[in-house]
């Protein structure tokens, strides 16, 4: 069955941290990778994209690393700032990348 | 804004009621999606669209969701005798159909069946 699991479920840090947000997945066959950022209400918006054949793409204070091998991938975020409090969210394509399987999402909560 | 849209962005109804969801995708976006998420996961597909052509629907889409995209630009969900369990945001993506395709997501509309 296909599947992502992100961790942790959620994660407290101080404005100007960094933090680092798990995801493993067994999607089969793979297309790509995503993670999304999801504010409370707001629908989901895409950060970071990446292939098979990808290990990292940035995207600002965004970093997201992927090891196909292993079937896992990171976002990590670099100096956190209070609008960055949001759910984060692990997407991976499966077939012709229109097929999404979603992870649950890591809530994260950035405090001053 | 050239953003997808939903309408309403929130809905509060009795139980048996029918409700009817509104999106309007990206402009020339030839796929449009329908999502369902509960508090605490993350979204689950439910059907989507090529054109007019609704080419795949989940097994969560059961016989009272019916959706509708009749000329391939907005579309409809309809939920018809709602019940407690409906409740959850329903999200509308577009995207162009593509290898790597970009779903744009809409901001959802918030069902609570009471």
């Known amino acids: 069955k296909n599947q992502v699991e992100q961790s942790p479920q959620s994660l407290i840090i101080l404005e100007g941290k960094n933090c680092t947000l798990q995801?493993?997945?067994?999607?089969?066959?793979?297309?790509?990778l995503r993670w999304y950022k999801q504010d409370t209400g707001r629908g989901p918006v895409s950060l970071t994209i990446m292939t098979f054949s990808e290990n990292t793409k940035s995207n600002g204070r965004y970093t997201a690393t992927l090891d196909a091998d292993t079937k896992q991938s990171s976002l990590h975020i670099t100096a956190s700032q209070l609008s960055d409090s949001a759910s984060y969210i692990c997407v991976v394509s499966a077939e012709y990348g229109n097929k999404l399987v979603f992870g649950a999402g890591t809530i994260l909560r950035v405090k001053s | 804004d050239t953003g997808v849209s939903q309408d309403p962005r929130h809905k509060i109804t009795k139980r048996g009621q029918n409700v009817t969801f509104r999106c309007d995708p990206i402009s020339e976006h030839n796929r449009l999606y329908w999502y369902r998420q509960t508090l605490g996961q993350g979204p689950e597909f439910l059907t989507y669209?090529?054109?007019?052509?609704?080419?795949?629907k989940s097994r969560l889409l059961s016989d009272r969701f019916s959706a509708e995209r009749p000329k391939g630009s907005f579309s409809t969900l309809e939920i018809q005798r709602t019940e407690q369990g409906d409740s959850a945001m329903y999200l509308c993506?577009?995207?162009?159909?593509?290898?790597?395709?970009?779903?744009?997501f809409g901001p959802g509309t918030r069902l609570l069946v009471l």
């Open positions: 669209f090529q054109n007019e052509a609704q080419l795949e």
């Open positions: 995801c493993n997945y067994t999607v089969s066959p793979f297309s790509n």
């Open positions: 993506a577009s995207s162009v159909a593509s290898g790597q395709e970009t779903q744009y």
